[in-house]
């Protein structure tokens, strides 16, 4: 079966720190991976995807980027934290937008 | 205008009673359908994809009307462990893109 990882769980991090937080899938191949980001009482913001390694669509311009190194990794980075970055960061697998999307546990960042 | 519209709430019910739920969505290149469900602090979790003859499990019940672009979820029999936030999710051929709803929050009461 199909399992989503995410880590770290929870991270407090000071304003102009940098950011990895890291995504991985197991048990499928070439998944489609999305980050996405939802803030205190707010729906899902989605901030990337990528269907295949290297492959990175961006749909929110900000100080975030996104990598592939992997086919089933995915990994979310910032040089230089903004205190707006605080919210919880989701990752999700899909075989294809017809198929649902399953999320990892997610993480939970306080930028202060 | 938002891809997908829900109405956020909150739902306040006794238990036992029948809530429904209502989304539209504005992409006509919409080809997929689901109701997630999203406990406090926690991931969305799949409850259950919509098609396009409607579908059913247990208490959970989901229709979908293209013509009308909106989709439904109606539980029966609420039960307190109903209690969260339903998201309603679109999936769209362009792109690979999931469009989601803000959610709608139940409270179900004893």
């Known amino acids: 079966s199909q399992t989503i990882h995410q880590w770290p769980a929870t991270l407090v991090q000071p304003v102009g720190s940098p950011l990895s937080l890291e995504c991985t899938v197991e048990g499928t191949s070439n998944p489609n991976l999305y980050w996405y980001r939802q803030a205190a009482g707010r729906g899902l913001q989605l901030l990337f995807y990528s269907v295949g390694i290297g492959q990175i669509s961006s749909e929110v311009p900000q100080n975030l980027s996104a990598s592939r190194p992997q086919d089933r990794q995915f990994i979310l980075s910032s040089k230089k934290l903004l205190l707006s970055d605080s919210g919880f960061y989701l990752c999700?697998?899909?075989?294809?937008?017809?198929?649902?999307?399953?999320f990892g546990p997610g993480t939970r960042l306080t930028v202060l | 205008r938002k891809e997908v519209e829900q109405d956020p709430g909150p739902f306040n019910v006794p238990e036992g009673a029948t809530v429904a739920f209502n989304c539209t969505y504005s992409n006509s290149a919409s080809q997929s359908f689901f109701w997630y469900r999203q406990d406090c602090r926690k991931e969305p979790k799949l409850l259950m994809s919509v098609y396009s003859s409607g579908n059913e499990d247990g208490r959970f019940t989901a229709q979908l009307n293209r013509a009308s672009q909106y989709i439904s979820l109606l539980i029966r029999d609420s039960k307190l462990s109903d209690s969260a936030t339903y998201l309603c999710v679109v999936g769209v051929r362009t792109g690979n893109q999931f469009y989601f709803g803000t959610g709608t929050s139940l409270t179900v009461i004893p």
């Open positions: 999700a697998w899909t075989v294809s937008s017809y198929n649902e999307q399953f």
